[in-house]
């Protein structure tokens, strides 16, 4: 594998340095002319020596080289242990590897692939929490409708308990009502004297229609006597107790003043059968 250039560059200063150092302490030192440090050397007798100087000089010269050289070997160093360059040379190595498929990923490709399918997988997990929580929410809102609904058909099947509560207490009332009623009374109050014969006629097609001209007729279907009277129609002509308790004259005097007040239609079937 050829080297870095880095390196060539580090071990190429290294040998200048060493062969301007070897030079300088073999021969550069001691062939310094001795007519130019006589100034400094006067004490020192048949002996050519450095100037102190040129010492310092060059000792400064190898100091800045080797920290020169230093930091480029940590930069060579940092270089090679960083994420890119060892993909770089993993690749390569790769590359020249003789055993290698063709066509197959480089390792920073496929580190790249799984980097990629990482991030769409943890991108498809949060879309499927999401729905997860979406689909929650859905179901506790229906929870709650469902409640709801229930909570008002509970609201109405009271009211119409309490309906039909009511109307049973006003049934009850009704029912004491007539049965306390004196049953004795059985000719109107407000009417004069009823008449002294049955109607016949048309009134007797009627009650035949009706009850089959029975006076007493009471089916339990809530109309009562021979011409069918509902309590509300007989209380309202002014009279009291049962209908089918009262007397035929009376019965009649009531479909009388019924029909001369409201016409035939109080007995609408019978009325349109017999063409009243």
Same mark, same amino acid.
């Given at each position: 594998? @050829? ?61 800045? @080289? ?33 055993? @290698? ?14 980097? @990629? ?160």
């Amino acid at each position: 594998m @050829r080297k870095h250039p880095l390196i060539a560059l580090i071990a190429f200063t290294f040998s200048a340095v060493a062969i301007f150092v070897g030079a300088a302490g073999a021969s550069g030192i001691n062939s310094v002319p001795v007519r130019a440090t006589t100034h400094l050397d006067k004490g020192v007798s048949g002996a050519s020596a450095m100037p102190a100087r040129d010492i310092r000089w060059l000792a400064t010269v190898v100091r800045e @080289r080797a920290a020169a050289a230093a930091a480029l070997a940590d930069q060579v160093t940092s270089e090679r242990n960083s994420p890119s360059w060892q993909a770089r040379a993993a690749d390569s190595t790769a590359i020249h590897d003789v055993a @290698r498929p063709p066509r197959v990923q480089l390792p920073s490709a496929w580190h790249a692939s799984i980097v @990629r399918a990482a991030t769409a997988h943890a991108a498809a997990l949060a879309g499927a929490v999401a729905l997860q929580a979406q689909q929650q929410q859905q179901q506790q809102l229906q929870a709650q409708q469902a409640q709801a609904a229930q909570a008002a058909q509970a609201a109405q099947a009271a009211q119409t308990a309490a309906k039909a509560a009511r109307a049973a207490e006003a049934a009850n009332a009704a029912k004491a009502a007539r049965t306390s009623k004196p049953a004795r009374l059985s000719t109107p109050r407000a009417p004069a004297a009823p008449p002294s014969s049955v109607l016949g006629g048309a009134w007797l097609s009627l009650r035949l229609c009706e009850s089959g001209d029975n006076y007493s007729e009471d089916t339990g279907n809530g109309y009562y006597g021979a011409y069918q009277f509902a309590l509300s129609t007989w209380w309202g002509l002014g009279y009291t107790g049962l209908p089918n308790e009262a007397a035929p004259a009376a019965q009649d005097q009531a479909a009388e003043r019924l029909q001369a007040n409201s016409g035939w239609g109080q007995w609408p079937a019978c009325s349109a059968e017999l063409g009243l």
